[in-house]
T-cell receptor, first 115, second 111 residues
Framework: GAGVSQSPRYKVAKRGQDVALRCDPI?????LFWYQQALGQGPEFLTY????????KSGLPSDRFFAERPEGSVSTLKIQRTQQEDSAVYLC?????????????FGPGTRLTVL | EDQVTQSPEALRLQEGESSSLNCSYT??????LFWYRQDPGKGPEFLFT???AGEEKEKERLKATLTKKESFLHITAPKPEDSATYLC????????????FGEGTQLTVNP
């Protein structure tokens, strides 16, 4: 594909529901990142995959957040028992190389609203 | 812990009125300073990466510079289509995989 794609673009959930957010990275990109962006703020790191291995999950805010990338391409970010404070835009980014200084290319994000 | 502070929070310019955005950072062993542009409802779009003090990069009306403590994004003769939020991010030698972003500068260029 031409760029990173994410789905759904918008998600409304009732408090306590589980949600799953999908990221399709640029084809062939080795590394994949998830970020959370609150309104009016910069993105905050959540987790990082190199191929299918989750190498850094230190930014996940609680054990309700879970991410996977089982085949080293598509990734899913799952949030269990959503809370109002989870409302944010969730961004996915990918890089072609393993080198951590490589440019991160971002998708359009999924805007999650928890009522 | 890496820290990034951007100023001003918001900037309004008239078309053609040049200005600069500031990104002050604290990081242990800089491994890259990144500038992104973000339009409403979209993800950040990559602009520049700077690696060492004294480095400069240009693209159309934008020029990014880097010192040991801060980076500037200079906008020359801006146009309304340059209106966006500009984000600065850093990665340091102890950052692992994460980028640390500032809160951004929201730029509005009026015709």
């Amino acid at each position: 594909g031409a760029g990173v794609s994410q789905s759904p673009r918008y998600k409304v959930a009732k408090r306590g529901q589980d949600v799953a957010l999908r990221c399709d990275p640029i084809s062939g990109h080795v590394s994949l990142f998830w970020y959370q962006q609150a309104l009016g703020q910069g993105p905050e790191f959540l987790t990082y995959f190199q191929n299918e291995a989750q190498l850094d999950k230190s930014g996940l805010p609680s054990d309700r957040f879970f991410a996977e990338r089982p085949e080293g391409s598509v990734s899913t970010l799952k949030i269990q028992r959503t809370q109002q404070e989870d409302s944010a835009v969730y961004l996915c980014a990918s890089t072609r190389l393993v080198v951590l200084t490589d440019t991160q290319y971002f998708g359009p994000g999924t805007r999650l609203t928890v009522l | 812990e890496d820290q990034v502070t951007q100023s001003p929070e918001a900037l309004r310019l008239q078309e053609g009125e040049s200005s600069s955005l500031n990104c002050s950072y604290t990081v242990s062993g800089l491994r890259g300073l990144f500038w992104y542009r973000q339009d409403p409802g979209k993800g950040p779009e990559f602009l520049f990466t700077l690696y060492s003090a004294g480095e400069e990069k240009e693209k159309e009306r934008l020029k990014a510079t880097l010192t040991k403590k801060e980076s500037f994004l200079h906008i020359t003769a801006p146009k309304p289509e340059d209106s966006a939020t500009y984000l600065c991010a850093v990665r340091g030698e102890t950052s692992g995989s994460r980028l640390t972003f500032g809160e951004g500068t929201q730029l509005t260029v009026n015709p």
